[in-house]
């Protein structure tokens, strides 16, 4: 039986770094995906912005909506450092998870760098007993139950470290994450790069190459999670966990449906698969 992911991020590419191999895997098994973006991402550039910034990242998006299978890729028009976890935007989050009506629901934990990741994290908390209200935006019928809430993986350690409670060998889907990613030329090639001092030219470089580049400057975080879970791994996978490369994490939240962490692991156990 298939199952409905919604991944909820803060801007038009964090549901690709941080959820994009395994909701891959997830539509490739027959899954129902939805990406959104609170923000529209008018800021994440060092030379353009606004209006302009904003239709780019919105077709970056789009464009990896169509190579990695997601049902749906929705952007919000919310300013980028803008975000706060006001009325108005609680409601906008509610109304998104009833329509969809998630089995799981994925965010930012609230321990981040950026403003508008932890804006993006307390607005879907907020949502995880609310969206339970009938009363509370009534336009909007409630889901028939509420769904389960976790955490794509960080590496932050203040106030504790990321829990890994379902992981997930990605492997198999490393060639069309990096390809997502690459369909974010505005950050991957420019703005992020930038930040790092880099300048690269995309246009000039054959796939490999650049699926090297973002491996290199950009995967180093999925290896991270594979090589300091390799004991998971091979829990998962017997022998073959020794080898996986790649992987992507996930912490379980208390917040949503009431279920234990051998169930949230269960949530993905059909892809379990190196």
């Not at 770094?17 to 529209?40: D, E, M, P, W, Y």
């Not at 976790?150 to 992981?167: E, K, Q, S």
């Not at 991270?224 to 996930?250: H, P």
Request: glycine share 6%; net charge negative.
């Amino acid at each position: 039986m298939s199952k409905r992911f919604l991944m909820i991020g803060a801007h038009p590419d964090d549901a690709d770094i941080r959820f994009g191999g395994t909701a891959f895997k997830l539509a490739q098994a027959g899954h129902i995906v939805k990406f959104v973006s609170l923000c529209n991402g008018n800021c994440g550039h060092y030379a353009i912005s606004g209006k302009e910034l904003a239709e780019r990242r919105y077709a970056e998006t789009q464009a990896s909506k169509a190579v990695s299978g997601i049902s749906e890729y929705q952007v919000l028009d919310n300013n980028d450092c803008e975000l706060t976890a006001d009325l108005e935007s609680r409601k906008q989050v509610i109304r998104i998870i009833r329509e969809f009506a998630p089995d799981v629901v994925l965010t930012h934990r609230l321990c981040d760098y950026h403003a508008d990741h932890r804006a993006t994290s307390q607005l879907v908390h907020d949502a995880a007993y609310l969206t339970q209200v009938p009363a509370f935006c009534p336009e909007t019928p409630i889901p028939e139950q509420n769904p389960v809430f976790g955490y794509v993986w960080d590496a932050f350690t203040d106030p504790r470290p990321f829990r890994v409670d379902a992981l997930l060998s990605i492997d198999d889907a490393i060639d069309v994450k990096c390809r997502m990613l690459d369909c974010h030329v505005s950050q991957v090639y420019e703005w992020l790069a930038w930040g790092r001092g880099l300048e690269i030219d995309p246009q000039k470089m054959s796939w490999e190459e650049r699926k090297e580049y973002l491996l290199t400057h950009w995967g180093a975080r999925y290896v991270t999670i594979a090589n300091t879970n390799r004991d998971k791994l091979c829990a998962l996978y017997g022998e073959a966990g020794k080898s996986v490369r790649y992987a992507e994490a996930f912490e379980f939240s208390p917040y949503g449906r009431k279920i234990t962490i051998d169930e949230f692991k269960n949530e993905f156990q059909d892809l379990m698969t190196p």
